[in-house]
């Protein structure tokens, strides 16, 4: 069984910035990628970011357009978690925020290369 726990959401005025957290438990071993994404009332889950490691431990990263040189995504190997951290955040980043993690090689930007799901967590940015 894998359970992945999203943390740190809430409200933050524009320009400000959260730290989400993503504590995994279970058969974490078993995947090698863990990635954030979002969603908005009326629109579809889109990608955030994501984070992937080779059997060597070389970490690479990836981000959406819209939020490159503002988020950064982490690797807390010690507490099994991946943060996100947001800065300089927009009214627009306004969404639930879902902690993934999967197995897959494909595209780290779909929904559908994830294996496992957290409940989500609340971000509200107002402007």
């Known amino acids: 069984q894998v359970q992945l726990v999203e943390s740190g959401g809430g409200l933050v005025q524009a320009g400000g910035s959260l730290r989400l957290s993503c504590a995994a438990s279970?058969?974490?071993?078993?995947?090698?990628?863990m990635g954030w994404f979002r969603q908005a009332p009326g629109k579809e889950r889109e990608f955030v970011a994501a984070l992937w490691w080779s059997a060597a431990n070389v970490y690479y990263a990836d981000y959406a357009d819209s939020v490159r040189g503002r988020f950064t995504i982490a690797k807390d190997n010690a507490k099994i978690t991946v943060n996100l951290q947001m800065n300089s955040l927009k009214p627009e980043d306004t969404a639930v925020y879902y902690c993934?993690?999967?197995?897959?090689?494909?595209?780290?930007?779909?929904?559908?290369?994830?294996?496992?799901w957290g409940q989500g967590t609340q971000v509200t940015v107002a402007s």
């Open positions: 279970g058969r974490t071993f078993i995947w090698s990628r």
């Open positions: 993934a993690a999967g197995r897959s090689s494909a595209s780290a930007s779909m929904t559908s290369n994830y294996d496992y």
